[in-house]
């Protein structure tokens, strides 16, 4: 009689839980972060989408509506209207901008081809002394828009009281830069140089009297320069150099695709 074969006793398993080699846990952070960059991104995407859909203007690709706020590419789109004055009178229409169209001028290298003067009433409440310059329409839609977004909400921080006149130098003029042999933009309309604001209240701020200090006046008269910056081509104060130490120059020089702008 034979007796039974002993099976082997089987070896326990080894342990399953044993440490992870570096390679592995490298594997793991890298995955970890991977995962987390995903996240990230889908919340920006997330953020820019509700960003956007409620601020247009912020896009390159976007119409132009002067009756809303002031946005990333709004300086380049209002020097743009230079290529196209139909688009540039109809805006200024839909934003309850009231205007005269002015007949074209042809002197030597100078002159303009749609210009027009802004009228009183309407949506813009500021007036100008003296009355009714005559202007290239960018430069209006880019006042129309300064006038809102920028120098009456800073008039009210400032003072308390709104403007209710632009006081200025004038608008065309064929005239080089002063020092050089290249036109201003002043000889095609296309600028304005701004020296005052006149208060409801009476009170008086000029660019020669009141640039330096460090009271209210000064304070707002570089509120209103910097909020120039994102809406003309081109915005000169005092800060530039002492031909301007009396005004602000603002004008809507064509600068092509790149729409870079000059801010001194």
């Not at 230079?82 to 200024?92: A, E, H, I, K, N």
Request: with cysteine; net charge positive.
């Amino acid at each position: 009689m034979t007796r039974p074969r002993r099976r082997p006793a089987r070896r326990p398993p080894r342990n399953s839980t044993r440490r992870p080699t570096r390679s592995a846990a490298r594997r793991a952070s890298r995955q970890g972060w991977t995962s987390l960059g995903i996240i990230a991104a889908l919340c920006l995407l997330l953020l820019g989408f509700l960003h956007f859909r409620n601020r247009p203007q912020d896009l390159p690709w976007t119409d132009l509506d002067l009756g809303q706020p002031v946005g990333w590419f709004t300086g380049t789109k209002l020097a743009a209207l230079d290529r196209d004055y139909p688009l540039c009178r109809q805006l200024l229409t839909q934003a309850g901008v009231r205007f005269a169209e002015l007949e074209p001028i042809e002197k030597g290298r100078c002159g303009y081809e749609d210009a027009i003067r802004l009228e009183p009433g309407g949506a813009r409440t500021i007036g100008f002394y003296p009355d009714k310059p005559g202007m290239a329409c960018p430069v209006a839609a880019a006042l129309s828009m300064w006038e809102w977004n920028v120098v009456q909400p800073a008039a009210i921080r400032h003072f308390g009281s709104r403007v209710k006149t632009f006081e200025h130098f004038g608008t065309y003029n064929c005239r080089p830069i002063a020092g050089t042999e290249t036109l201003s933009q002043h000889s095609y309309a296309r600028a304005i140089d701004i020296a005052g604001f006149e208060l409801a209240d009476g009170t008086r701020i000029t660019i020669a009297r009141d640039w330096t200090g460090n009271d209210e006046k000064a304070a707002f008269l570089r509120d209103v320069r910097d909020g120039a910056c994102r809406l003309f081509a081109t915005t000169l104060s005092p800060d530039y150099n002492p031909a301007h130490h009396d005004h602000l120059h603002l004008d809507e020089q064509p600068r092509g695709a790149t729409g870079w702008n000059a801010c001194r």
